[in-house]
């Protein structure tokens, strides 16, 4: 990564793509202005015109960005270029949420699979995808050389699925589970807490 | 709110509040010192017994305080203690999956019913929460002074969708469609991109 840019500019490149990415296809596919992304986004235009620059040679004065190769740029930038395979441990509503999801794919991200201990769901496929049983993610894991796991088991299972992922050689995990996860030596835990967000959003404006 | 404490403290009040909430019954029946909190959360004990000390009078020398106190002190500081009526639109797994969260309340949210617009849906219930028509949605707002929304419906409703709960009053608002929201006028929204979240955690290590 350029290490000259400043961890500013870093902090707002995935805001940029985001809404790069948010954008309908006939947008996509035409030109955009750093003075437009700034006023989407409510950013200072000077500032956003600095950023787009710094990670892409592609702005023509009066044109703009091609929405699409700026999109690429910035992605290629922040390594969401990558085909980073992902598992989803827990199949209630949440987790089969994610594999039905398809927009993981634009980051990078393709989930590959689901575990559950439910014999009734391993077997099925939930768009494409196989429910596998939680037993065979060891060797899943291992095979396929997956990194990173989202936990979306109830919170008691949480911690032991967890333990699991990384004895599995799992290194990033994204914890659906309202409970804190203790990390395992060499393992990320990302804790997402929607109660928390939703407290933050509400109470602290 | 208490003017006199730090931003830095503010900010891991929630974190001590997730983690005291995540503790099994047992242990938030016992006592906790600041010390195994601050093992626990990866955090210095110092700043920890400073930050517990500025909300809650209960700690006791070598004893520590009493956990469910202590939860009670710190959610009363937040305004957990709030008992805010949440509404969810869009009722596909990830919407199914907030009405059927039961942790939500612990912060001081009761989830009260959901929309959809998919007449087979509407009329059901979800862990004993109505679905209703979206076209109710305004109405039922107005009525139960409703300020708080969630959005799980697809991308491409999101914008209408956030746009018809300001006009029924809703004042914050989480999104979890994976596209950029523009807010309208006197509405907070959260922008909630797992993706993003996602990259960030296995990226930006």
Same mark, same amino acid.
């Given at each position: 990564? *350029?290490?000259?840019?400043?961890?500013?500019? $870093?902090? @707002?490149?995935?805001? /940029?793509?985001?809404?790069?990415?948010?954008?309908?296809?006939?947008?996509?596919?035409?030109?955009?202005?750093?003075?437009?992304?700034?006023?989407?986004?409510?950013?200072?235009?000077?500032?956003? @015109?600095?950023? $787009?620059?710094?990670?892409?040679?592609?702005?023509?004065?009066?044109? !703009?960005?091609?929405?699409?190769?700026?999109?690429?740029?910035?992605? %290629?930038?922040?390594?969401?270029?990558?085909?980073?395979?992902?598992?989803?441990?827990? =199949?209630? *509503?949440?987790?089969?949420?994610?594999?039905?999801?398809?927009?993981?794919?634009? /980051?990078?991200?393709?989930i590959?699979?689901?575990?559950?201990?439910?014999?009734?769901?391993?077997?099925?496929?939930?768009? !494409?995808?196989?429910?596998?049983?939680i037993d065979? =993610?060891?060797s899943?894991?291992?095979?396929?050389?997956?990194?990173?796991?989202?936990?979306?088991?109830?919170?008691?299972?949480?911690?032991?699925?967890?333990? @699991?992922?990384?004895?599995?050689?799992i290194?990033?995990?994204?914890?659906?589970? +309202?409970?804190?996860?203790?990390?395992?030596k060499?393992?990320?835990?990302?804790?997402?807490?929607?109660?928390?967000t939703?407290?933050?959003? +509400? %109470?602290?404006?």
């Amino acid at each position: 990564m *350029n290490k000259n840019i400043t961890s500013q500019t $870093l902090s @707002r490149l995935p805001v /940029y793509f985001n809404y790069l990415v948010s954008l309908p296809q006939e947008r996509k596919n035409g030109n955009i202005s750093a003075t437009a992304i700034a006023e989407a986004l409510g950013l200072n235009d000077v500032q956003v @015109r600095k950023d $787009l620059a710094s990670v892409s040679s592609g702005g023509r004065p009066k044109v !703009g960005y091609s929405a699409s190769e700026l999109m690429s740029d910035i992605g %290629r930038f922040l390594g969401f270029e990558n085909h980073d395979r992902v598992v989803v441990a827990g =199949m209630g *509503n949440f987790g089969r949420a994610m594999l039905e999801y398809n927009g993981f794919q634009a /980051y990078g991200f393709d989930i590959v699979c689901g575990f559950d201990c439910n014999r009734e769901r391993v077997g099925s496929t939930i768009n !494409g995808r196989p429910v596998r049983h939680i037993d065979e =993610m060891d060797s899943f894991c291992r095979d396929n050389d997956i990194r990173i796991g989202i936990i979306t088991v109830p919170e008691t299972a949480a911690q032991e699925v967890c333990d @699991r992922m990384a004895q599995a050689g799992i290194k990033y995990i994204l914890n659906f589970a +309202a409970v804190h996860i203790n990390a395992p030596k060499g393992v990320a835990v990302h804790n997402e807490n929607i109660s928390l967000t939703l407290a933050m959003l +509400a %109470r602290c404006h």
